[in-house]
């Protein structure tokens, strides 16, 4: 696009010029700056031209390209599905051909195992058939030389202990088979022999009954008498002018609730007090409890911590001795590892 630029600049001059003399003549000099406008114009009219004839070329250029490179891209993709299909199907079909060949190979081989096989099968049951029949010749041959050794032991046996044998023989056919005839014999000497005897029994058994029943009689007469004597035993005869203090163990704790931000506060005494008494020794403790600064609280004793300690652990075990359950387990675990991590307190001040 054509363009035009204006300029100022400042111009000097300078010169000499001479005159005729009018009376005697001479020479002036001169000198100075003058100001020019000065206005430069550019024709780009033919570069113009020239641009846009370039221009054009390039968008055709372009165009052409474009339009290869697309051609170019739908050509190696088809090239690439194309190339891509047979290499697959190559694949496939190398693999099915090698796939069947192998299995060929192998039903051949157990076509020929299956028929070993059924050979050495046949030959295993040829052979169990000849082994059945050997074994049932040799074992009958056994049994009927089994049998005449026995029958030669008893021979022998009996020939060797004639007397004895009939003599057994005589007392089963004879005195076994007289028994019932002389049953009622037999009842009268047995009763006759056995009657002492009972007799002697019945009463050592009465008198042993005697005996406990005399000591039953014994013991509970007396029986007041040993009672109020422990009794006696544990108490001591002395004068209270004035009542006296009573002391009863009271466990006082205090724990954050995980709800809220609030405390809670409990007394633990033993159950030997009625519901009257409970109440009044829970108020009394937690006022007096929740009243204490915390400075008034100290670490409890080593030898107190232990006695604690040995009693918890005992109790701990007693509980869960029988706990079988994995839940029961974590449970006493995590019992035990509270208990070792706490850190107990107790009030060295009288209440």
Known sequence: MSYSQSYTIDVPFSGRESYPASQNGGTIHYSGTTQANVTIYVNTDPFDGSVDKFNRSVDILSGSVVAMNTAQCAAILETGKKVSEELINGFFETINSELSQQMQALDSGIQSTYVL??????????????????????????????????????????????????????????????????????NLLGIEEASSSKMFIVISSL??????????????????????????????????????????????????MLEDTSVKQESFIPDSFDDHENKAVTEKTGFFCSGLPQTDWKAMPEPEKEALNKEFRTLAELEFHDADDETEQRIYRTMLSLWQESKLHSLERSV
């Open 117 to 186: 096989l059924l050979k050495q099968s046949m030959a295993v049951s040829m052979k169990k058939d000849e082994m059945e029949g050997a074994y049932n010749r040799i074992s009958s041959e056994y049994i009927k030389i089994f049998k005449d050794l026995d029958n030669e032991c008893y021979k022998r046996i009996y020939a060797l202990d004639k007397h004895s044998f009939t003599l057994s023989e005589k007392v089963q056919n004879e005195l076994l088979s007289e028994t019932p005839s002389n049953t009622a014999a037999l």
């Open 207 to 256: 008198n042993r009954r005697t005996f406990d029943v005399l000591q039953t009689l014994h013991n509970y007469i007396t029986q007041e008498l040993r009672i109020n004597t422990a009794v006696n035993s544990f108490l001591f005869d002395e004068n209270i002018a004035d009542k006296t203090l009573f002391y009863i163990p009271v466990i006082w704790t205090e724990s954050d």
